[in-house]
């Protein structure tokens, strides 16, 4: 079966929208999806395909962020339904939590906002369509963190694997930061205004009043981290500069970004150790 780009059409699973192979037949269940961080719904796994989900009507949007920074959002949502991220270079752009979905229709709109030069995923729960999203153009490198290597379920000759501190483009630079996987990461550069601006994916994740940030080991099955885990975590990131952070659902952290996650560290901290034991009753 073709795809649209004229390339053999992927399995991809409907509820982390993480892509697979192209065989015969789907595999029995989605790694990502059975590991305890994720999930597999009562109904059973299920699969989908790219021309699957552009005839149930799937369209995707590019619209700017702040300045050199857009999102990319997808709707009806697909799988897990983050918004990628593209930062935008004189060098070229960077992906980063690439989507589970794209078209011509979404290619040709990246096109107009300078293209890709490079993918990346802050974890494998965000690893979407990356090769797929590679091959629409030409190839570009993925860049999948070495201590999740295990979860990449895809593999292709665009994937380069990197250890620690890894500059994708000029001034873009990814950091292994840990917690929610051990190759959990995040993308620093500096924003067209000069100040540091940081892509947190969910390894530091917002909360909706746009100041407190939390970490978790698995979102959606509420598994905490431990106090020493986020304690490293923070202290990993702390070590960027950044004014503001964008994690993949459309949270933001706008002005004392890094001061908001030191504060947010510490009161996680603080409940997990049972300092407030005494208010719960």
């Not at 952070?245 to 009161?267: C, P």
Request: glycine fraction near 10%; charge should be negative; proline fraction near 5%.
């Amino acid at each position: 079966m073709e795809s649209q780009g004229g390339i053999l059409s992927i399995w991809i699973c409907r509820t982390c929208a993480v892509e697979y192979p192209d065989t015969d037949e789907p595999g029995a269940v989605c790694a990502i999806c059975s590991d305890e961080r994720q999930y597999v719904r009562p109904s059973g796994q299920q699969w989908t395909t790219l021309e699957e989900l552009a005839t149930a009507g799937h369209k995707g949007t590019v619209a700017e962020v702040e300045p050199n920074v857009h999102g990319i959002t997808i709707k009806p949502s697909v799988g897990i339904g983050q918004r990628a991220l593209l930062v935008q270079t004189t060098s070229g752009n960077l992906l980063w939590d690439p989507n589970g979905y794209l078209d011509d229709d979404l290619v040709a709109a990246v096109h107009q906002v300078g293209g890709l030069a490079a993918v990346a995923a802050s974890h494998p729960h965000m690893f979407g369509v990356q090769v797929e999203w590679s091959h629409r153009f030409g190839g570009v490198p993925v860049y999948v963190q070495a201590a999740d290597r295990e979860w990449l379920q895809r593999d292709d000759p665009v994937v380069t694997f990197w250890e620690e501190k890894t500059e994708v483009l000029p001034g873009v630079v990814l950091h292994r930061i840990g917690g929610h996987f051990p190759g959990s990461a995040v993308v620093h550069f500096t924003g067209a205004d000069g100040r540091g601006v940081l892509l947190s994916g969910d390894t530091v994740a917002c909360t909706p009043d746009e100041h407190w940030v939390s970490f978790m080991r698995s979102y959606p099955n509420k598994i905490p981290l431990s106090a020493a885990v986020v304690a490293k975590v923070a202290d990993r990131v702390l070590q960027l500069d950044f004014d503001r952070l964008y994690d993949n659902f459309g949270g933001q952290t706008i002005g004392d970004a890094a001061g908001w996650v030191r504060r947010s560290a510490d009161r996680y901290i603080a409940w997990v150790r049972g300092d407030f034991d005494h208010l719960t009753g």
